[in-house]
């Protein structure tokens, strides 16, 4: 679920208004979606809304990639402007897709 993202210089009272709201209401452009990369131990994630410092937290949206998180073989290895890496299992299943969201 994305954001309207006014102009730095907006002036229109309505767009900002429309972006507050959107923000209240839990929209966000610091989400997506990734799917581990088969046969590997890492999967590198573009995110352009992610920083060094930010928390990346992973959601399963399938039920291999339930069971990768469930083996506790999965987790966020580096974190770094515009992308983030994730260290998990090495399997053929290309199956393991997971939503995530990228906090400050």
Excluded: W
């Amino acid at each position: 679920m994305s954001i309207a993202v006014p102009f730095p210089r907006e002036q229109d009272p309505e767009k900002l208004v429309t972006a507050i709201r959107q923000l209240a209401e839990g929209r966000s452009n610091a989400v997506g979606e990734f799917t581990l990369v088969a046969n590997s131990t890492t999967t590198t994630v573009a995110a352009v809304t992610c920083g060094a410092g930010s928390a990346v937290l992973a959601f399963p949206k399938t039920a291999e990639a339930a069971a990768e998180l469930g083996n506790g073989t999965m987790f966020i290895g580096s974190i770094a402007n515009g992308s983030f890496t994730v260290t998990h299992a090495s399997n053929a299943q290309t199956t393991r897709t997971f939503r995530y969201v990228a906090i400050g």
